[in-house]
């Protein structure tokens, strides 16, 4: 059941994992039941805390990667391999086991279906999580305003949720899907592997001309580069919205 996000104090809530299952090699998703969740909005993450038996506890933020749907929600997560939580996370958790989630977070980095602008999505690895609440959001209210999105991978198995994107780029109904791949590109690819350039955001990004608002999330240093692009391509810097995490992803 689809519920509309209420905006009230968050707090610790117990959730149960329900699923997980594999998105690439290094990364899984978690389906959680979250009694009396609020509901969130597109772009929203939340904190995720584990507790140890000797009480010891450790706190990681996750994007949110589904689209509101009465007490559930999904979480992707990609694997750190010296991490803390997330080897347990993306590799161990079992259905029927507690979590602690906090939230929904965040006010700024969100879409809502009734923006009506044509929308830019730009991706770095692990970036695409919040991007596709924001896809899944907009196929859920039937929404036509032009969606783009860039996905930069280091190659095909790197990509999360492959076999939706798929269908998403295939039914034709206003979003539009570009792969840059920096390491290795599939058979027949008509470019060479590389990374998102000026030149790319030339020819695969809305232009500047129709408005629209951009909304990139990868690693920092590729969150800064994207944005000084769309910055020297005339996209209006107070439509940027950016949201970056450590040195991992990409």
Not at 73 to 82: A, G, M, Y
Not at 89 to 115: K, N, R, Y
Not at 167 to 183: E, K, M, P, S, V
Not at 225 to 237: E, N, S, W
Request: hydrophobic fraction near 40%; include cysteine.
């Amino acid at each position: 059941m689809e519920r509309t996000a209420i905006h009230r104090r968050v707090e610790w809530r117990t959730a149960t994992v329900v699923e997980r299952r594999k998105e690439t090699d290094s990364a899984s998703t978690l389906e959680l039941h979250v009694a009396g969740w609020p509901g969130h909005d597109a772009g929203q993450h939340v904190d995720v805390r584990l507790t140890a038996a000797d009480g010891y506890t450790a706190v990681r933020t996750y994007s949110i990667a589904s689209a509101p749907d009465g007490d559930n929600l999904e979480l992707t997560i990609e694997l750190l391999p010296d991490g803390e939580v997330s080897p347990y996370l993306v590799e161990s958790v079992a259905p029927g086991s507690p979590v602690d989630v906090l939230g929904p977070i965040g006010g700024w980095f969100v879409w809502h279906p009734e923006q009506t602008e044509p929308i830019q999505l730009i991706a770095g690895g692990s970036g695409i999580v919040p991007l596709m609440c924001m896809l899944r959001t907009r196929a859920q209210h039937n929404v036509t305003a032009p969606f783009h999105l860039l996905y930069s991978v280091r190659g095909p198995e790197s990509i999360y949720y492959a076999d939706e994107l798929a269908r998403l780029a295939a039914a034709d109904f206003g979003a539009a899907i570009t792969f840059a791949y920096t390491r290795t590109a599939p058979p027949n690819w008509p470019a060479k592997p590389q990374r998102v350039r000026a030149e790319l955001i030339a020819t695969a990004a809305l232009p500047a001309s129709q408005h629209p608002t951009a909304y990139v999330c990868g690693p920092t240093a590729f969150v800064e580069v994207v944005a000084g692009m769309l910055t020297q391509a005339g996209y209006d810097a107070s439509r940027i919205k950016t949201e970056r995490f450590g040195p991992t992803g990409k």
